[in-house]
């Protein structure tokens, strides 16, 4: 039986454990460049144990960024500062991962920490948004996008191979394409986004359609032996909206056109949604293993899973082959060194680098003035996520 520290292969790439650090935008990039701020922050979450690190979303178009100051990688001069990052990863232990994005008609917006709100496009850091409609967001983001044509959405395609050339070249060793969270490809499965008449857009099979050449074009120009995975908008959580098993048959189609994982998330194509479940542990874990039976495809997912208790269920219930962790990785950068004491591990500290290792074993002094708390007792988890 697996847990959350027994290795993970797919296609020609083994992590160290099932602790994936998801990504996590930080509108901290110049020019769409790296710097020393991103060696900092994803060398010390490799240097912590996760088995698997992305950066943040990745933009595959300068109007592909959430906010100016988002990574980018659509210009040759980018990749210097990438390749710093995936060697800092390796050399901590850790897979690198990247997640290729277009935030489409999400884009255009200021940093979350000076408010979110999308910028008009005659803004001097705004821009003229695209989608698959012209069809406005909503809620804080009220500008509507120009509807994409046919010659454009094969662009955006050859934007998003040009851009996994780069990741390969880069260093990176496992690549995820951004298909949920209201972003492009999220807002092509959605028919609250999807409104067009032509090929990509009214049946599930059109609307589906632009993942599928999506994943047609990334697998040209990636290597076969690194996984290709995509994080799904799965559900909406709106009546109007794309509905769970309509996603099922979607990943799929997705699996058939070379998906090798996928990592399971919400459409957020809408600022109203019927059921507000983001409190609840671990609530998109009942969809992933569905998935997984269904579709017999690996899966991840994420939502609530930052309880080590919870998070190993799910792996040794089989229910999830990954969990990805964001804001619990930004909270503890040693998550998995903490949730390997937590469950019993017999050594918890050879997670991190061996340099560090006999400092930190705790072969005299006090266990609690360690700097890591005492275990603490997992019984009766009223919480944990029930098959």
């Known amino acids: 039986m697996s847990n959350l520290f027994t290795p993970f292969t797919l296609k020609g790439v083994t992590l160290r454990n099932r602790i994936a ?116 967001y909503g809620g804080r983001m009220p500008y509507a996008p120009r509807e994409l044509s046919k010659m454009e959405i094969a662009e955006i395609h050859t934007q998003f191979a040009a851009a996994a050339y780069r990741a390969a070249e880069a260093g990176f060793e496992w690549l995820e394409l951004h298909f949920a969270h209201g972003y492009l490809g999220a807002s092509f499965l959605s028919p609250l986004a999807n409104q067009r008449g032509d090929e990509y857009g009214g049946s599930s099979e059109n609307r589906a359609r632009f993942h599928l050449e999506t994943l047609d074009a990334v697998r040209k120009a990636w290597p076969e032996r690194f996984p290709l995975t995509a994080r799904v908008g799965c559900d909406d959580l709106h009546a109007d909206g794309l509905q769970f098993d309509e996603s099922i048959a979607a990943i799929r189609w997705m699996k058939e056109h070379g998906l090798d994982l996928v990592d399971l998330s919400l459409g957020m194509n809408s600022p109203e949604i019927n059921q507000v479940p983001f409190s609840d542990m671990g609530f998109m874990v009942d969809r992933a293993a569905r998935v997984r039976a269904e579709v017999g495809i690996p899966v991840a997912t994420s939502w609530n899973l930052g309880k080590p208790s919870v998070a190993d269920q799910v792996i040794r219930q089989e229910r999830s082959d990954l969990v990805y962790l964001g804001r619990p990785a930004l909270s503890n950068p040693h998550w998995p060194v903490w949730a390997a004491r937590e469950l019993g591990g017999q050594d918890p500290i050879d997670l991190v680098p061996r340099d560090w290792q006999g400092w930190l074993r705790p072969y005299r002094g006090n266990k609690a003035a360690s700097g890591w708390p005492l275990p603490t007792s997992n019984e009766g988890d009223a919480n944990m996520p029930q098959t």
């Not at 240097?47 to 595959?60: D, K, R, T």
């Not at 959430?66 to 850790?94: E, F, H, N, P």
Request: proline content about 8%; aromatic content about 6%.
């Open 21 to 136: 650090m998801s990504p996590m935008t930080m509108h901290r990039s110049v020019d769409g460049k790296m710097n020393d701020f991103h060696l900092m922050y994803l060398g010390a979450r490799a240097a912590g144990g996760f088995g698997l690190v992305f950066p943040e979303q990745i933009a595959i178009a300068p109007d592909g960024r959430t906010s100016v100051k988002c990574a980018g990688i659509y210009d040759d001069d980018q990749i210097d500062g990438l390749k710093r990052v995936t060697a800092m990863i390796k050399d901590m232990g850790a897979v690198p991962a990247i997640q290729l994005a277009h935030t489409g008609r999400k884009g255009s917006a200021e940093p979350d920490w000076a408010g979110g709100r999308m910028l008009p496009p005659e803004h001097p850091d705004g821009w003229q948004t695209v989608g698959p409609s012209a069809i406005a």
